[in-house]
């Protein structure tokens, strides 16, 4: 995991460590936040927050195999509330099981909620077709450089001998 390390000179107590340095995850010197002084004397480190809001979810959780089981635990629903969760997890699960629930936290970034999920491992099979998309995409933007238009696109993908 990267950290980001607030450096002192002593451990806290009494007579605390003076601040020295903010490194990144390998001990390189970073700027990192802003300095400020406060009406009172005391200085504020001001660390942005890479998000916007955060607030408490319910995750109803069920399995991608739901005859025995055996597959990932893959998020069903994530909700505002827990009985939410709960009435929208029910006999969603193995064999009509009811869902697992917990309570997650949801980021804001950007306008846009960011809760937790699985992420699912791309197959060699999608990698291939992502592979092939790529070098279409490329070809296009090389066609369009050239000075094709939209139409001339759409005639040579819909030609047909």
């Avoid at 193995?94 to 999920?117: D, F, I």
Wanted: net charge negative; hydrophobic share 35%.
């Amino acid at each position: 995991m990267k950290v980001v390390n607030i450096v002192f000179d002593g451990p806290p107590g009494p007579k605390a460590g003076r601040f020295v340095e903010v490194e990144d995850h390998k001990g390189k010197s970073i700027s990192f936040g802003e300095w400020e002084q406060r009406h009172d004397g005391y200085w504020n480190l001001k660390i942005p927050f890479p998000y916007d809001e955060s607030k408490p979810v319910y995750v109803a959780w069920s399995n991608s195999d739901l005859t025995e089981g055996k597959g990932r635990e893959i998020v069903h629903a994530v909700c505002e509330s827990r009985t939410t969760a709960i009435r929208h997890g029910e006999h969603q699960s193995v064999q009509g099981s009811n869902c697992r629930v917990t309570e997650e936290l949801a980021l804001r970034v950007g306008g846009r909620w960011l809760a937790p999920t699985r992420i699912v491992p791309a197959s060699k099979e999608d990698l291939a077709v992502d592979k092939r998309r790529q070098e279409w995409d490329q070809a296009i933007a090389k066609g369009r450089a050239a000075g094709l238009t939209d139409a001339d696109i759409e005639a040579l993908q819909n030609y047909q001998p």
